[in-house]
């Protein structure tokens, strides 16, 4: 089992920058690939940003190609999102997910994920 927890959510302005984290925990080698979703309001959940764990390829949603930055910590449990020249529209509910594939080429289909963490919102004003 894995228990994965976000956080950092919070409100900024427009163009500004927030950092997410994510640790997840749990047997070794049940995950290694995570995921970054957002969920806007009345919407299903946008995969936005994955990282392969053991070799720290990452992949990208359009929506936020060349604004946000994944990426993890030496320790290989804490994922981080960095998001740089946030917009409006990405106001939403933010979640981190795990789980385990043979190779890289991490998902960023919801369905293909395990285990998911509560969720941290994120809010962007003018």
């Known amino acids: 089992q894995v228990h994965v927890v976000e956080s950092g959510g919070g409100s900024v302005q427009a163009g500004g920058s927030l950092r997410l984290s994510c640790e997840a925990s749990?047997?070794?080698?049940?995950?290694?690939?995570m995921g970054w979703f957002r969920q806007h309001l009345g919407r299903g959940r946008e995969g936005i940003a994955t990282?392969?764990?053991?070799?720290?390829?990452?992949s990208y949603a359009d929506s936020v190609k060349g604004r946000f930055t994944v990426s993890t910590d030496n320790t290989k449990n804490t994922v981080s999102l960095l998001m740089n020249s946030l917009k409006l529209e990405d106001t939403a509910m933010y979640y981190c997910?795990?789980?385990?594939?043979?190779?890289?080429?991490?998902?960023?289909?919801?369905?293909?994920?395990?285990?998911w963490g509560q969720g941290t919102q994120v809010t962007v004003s003018s």
């Open positions: 749990g047997t070794t080698h049940s995950f290694s690939c």
């Open positions: 990282i392969h764990i053991p070799s720290s390829d990452t």
């Open positions: 997910a795990a789980y385990f594939r043979f190779g890289g080429d991490c998902s960023l289909t919801d369905n293909d994920y395990d285990y």
